[in-house]
C-alpha cells in the first residue's frame, strides 16, 4: 500500500506523521483522563467531608470502619482513593486546617495598633479551634502521622507571614524600624497557639473572652502591663477601664 500525497502549485505536501483518526484517538483518552482525574478528586472530596462528620460523631479515635460507614461506602472504597489510613488522616488535617487559616487571615489582614484589633485576632483564633474540638483533638491526636506536623507548622506559618505584613506596614507608616515585624509575628502566633493547645485539651478551663484578654494584655502591655493589672483590685478588666478613662 502507498500512501497518498497531494501536489499543490508543484509543491509536494507531505502526509501528517498521525492520521487525522489517529488524533482524533489521542483526544479522545486526554478527556477520559481529565474526566475520570476530575471525577476521582470531587469523590475524595466528598468522602474527606464524610471524615470530617465521623470525627465530630466519634471523636478523635475515629476509625476507618466508622468512616466508611458514615461515607455510606465500604471500608474497599475508602482505600481505592485513599492508599491508607495515613494518607486520609492527612487530607482530614489539611481540610481542618485550610479552614482554620481561612477564618484567621481575614481578620490579620485588618490588624493595625489598635488594641481591638490585636484581641480580634486573638479571638478569631479561639473561635476556629472553639468551633470543632473534636477536629482539633483530632489533629493533636493524629500528629504522629507522617506530613501531619509538616501541615500544622505551615499553617501557623501562614498567618504568620500575613501577620509580619501587616505589622510591618503598620511600623513604616508610623516611620518605625519593620525589622521586628516578622519575629513579633512569629512569637505571637506561636504563643497564642501553644495557649489555645493548653485550652482545648483541658476542656476550655477558662472562658475565651477571657483567654483573649488575658493574651491581648500580654501582647498589647508586656509583662509590665499584666503586673500592674495584678497590683490593682479587679485585675486586667480594671486596668483597661483605668486606661479608657
Not at 85 to 108: C, F, M, N, S, Y
Not at 209 to 219: F, H, K, M, Q, V
Request: glycine share 8%; no cysteine; charged share 20%.
Amino acid at each position: 500500500m502507498y500512501l497518498q500525497v497531494s501536489v499543490t502549485n508543484g509543491i509536494v505536501n507531505k502526509p501528517s506523521p498521525h492520521p487525522p483518526a489517529a488524533d482524533q484517538l489521542f483526544q479522545r483518552e486526554d478527556g477520559r483522563r481529565s474526566r475520570w482525574s476530575a471525577h476521582r478528586e470531587q469523590r475524595r472530596a466528598v468522602l474527606v467531608e464524610a471524615a470530617v462528620e465521623a470525627v465530630l460523631r466519634h471523636g478523635p479515635d475515629v476509625d476507618m470502619a466508622q468512616v466508611a460507614a458514615v461515607a455510606g461506602v465500604s471500608k474497599p472504597v475508602l482505600y481505592r482513593y485513599f492508599a491508607d489510613k495515613a494518607e486520609l488522616w492527612l487530607a482530614v488535617g489539611e481540610h481542618v486546617a485550610r479552614v482554620v487559616v481561612d477564618q484567621i487571615t481575614p481578620v490579620v489582614a485588618r490588624v493595625r495598633a489598635e488594641r481591638e484589633l490585636v484581641a480580634a485576632t486573638i479571638d478569631a483564633y479561639l473561635v476556629a479551634i472553639e468551633t470543632g474540638p473534636e477536629l482539633y483533638h483530632f489533629l493533636v491526636h493524629r500528629s504522629n502521622v507522617p506530613g501531619m506536623p509538616h501541615l500544622i507548622a505551615g499553617a501557623a506559618r501562614t498567618v504568620a507571614t500575613e501577620l509580619a505584613r501587616a505589622v510591618g506596614d503598620r511600623l513604616r507608616a508610623l516611620g518605625l524600624d519593620a525589622g521586628p515585624a516578622e519575629p513579633w509575628a512569629y512569637g505571637m502566633v506561636g504563643m497564642v497557639q501553644s495557649v489555645g493547645d493548653w485550652w482545648i485539651v483541658h476542656e476550655r478551663p477558662i472562658s475565651r473572652a477571657a483567654l483573649t484578654e488575658y493574651l491581648t494584655a500580654l501582647l498589647w502591655n508586656g509583662l509590665d502591663g499584666v503586673r500592674a493589672a495584678a497590683d490593682l483590685p479587679g485585675g486586667l478588666p480594671a486596668l483597661q477601664e483605668q486606661k479608657k478613662g
